[in-house]
């Protein structure tokens, strides 16, 4: 009988995260809820039930997620999937008038704290049998979508949520070459606009839904692709 294969979720306690944790546990993952407040991460890994236990992640924080990584080690003993779900949005509106602060905030989260967990858990998920790296992007960041006459997407992506899913696309190309030659796969997902705290609870889409092409990459087969950027009716353009 094979180990139980373990998936770690950043940004976990809700919202997609907390979706693509349950949908994992419900395929016989041991799901790690990554959460920044570990009493929310608790409370959602309870919600999960089974397997499931919290890990204190804050994607911001270096000494956070060496300390995560250490947990996982010491009680977990592997890891075969990173979801890099974490992600905020903020500096809206037009780019004349944004909030550098806040556009640094954008950056420090969706990108800089994607790098930094990925390499962090890089040990772990190099032993592994078939590991996979999914991170949660946007079609916002598809330069070529928001550039298509008529796109909706212009004045929406802004100048940091968007750009920053253009950076996290472009860093997922860039492991993906680095891990070409092992069986880890890294590719990045657009769950879609749902309706999320994030979003003011707008959009057409249930958490669920917004799911179901994270998981999918996470559970890929040996065959399958590295380095795309998709949703569930197939790749978007970069």
Not at 125 to 141: D, K, M, T
Not at 207 to 229: I, W
Request: aromatic share 2%.
């Amino acid at each position: 009988m094979p180990e139980q294969r373990v998936a770690l979720i950043t940004g976990a306690n809700k919202g997609i995260g907390l979706a693509i944790a349950r949908s994992l546990a419900a395929h016989g993952l041991t799901v790690l809820v990554g959460a920044r407040d570990l009493a929310l991460g608790e409370a959602a890994a309870k919600s999960i039930g089974g397997s499931a236990r919290a890990i204190a992640l804050d994607v911001t924080s270096l000494p956070s997620i060496a300390a995560a990584a250490a947990e996982i080690r010491r009680a977990v003993g592997r890891l075969d999937v990173l979801i890099n779900n974490a992600g905020i949005a903020r500096a809206g509106g037009p780019p004349s008038t944004a909030v550098l602060a806040e556009a640094r905030q954008v950056f420090e989260t969706n990108v800089l704290g994607v790098i930094a967990v990925t390499q962090a858990m890089l040990p772990l998920l190099r032993e592994a049998p078939a590991a996979r790296i999914v991170n949660i992007s946007s079609s916002l960041g598809s330069l070529t979508s928001i550039n298509v006459p008529g796109s909706p997407y212009p004045g929406v992506a802004g100048v940091a949520y968007g750009p920053s899913k253009s950076a996290l696309n472009a860093i997922t190309v860039a492991f993906a070459h680095e891990l070409a030659a092992t069986k880890i796969k890294v590719n990045a997902a657009c769950p879609g606009y749902t309706a999320t705290d994030m979003t003011g609870h707008h959009g057409p889409r249930t958490v669920e839904q917004a799911a179901r092409e994270p998981v999918r990459l996470a559970l890929l087969a040996d065959d399958g692709p590295t380095g795309g950027f998709t949703n569930e009716d197939g790749p978007i353009p970069w």
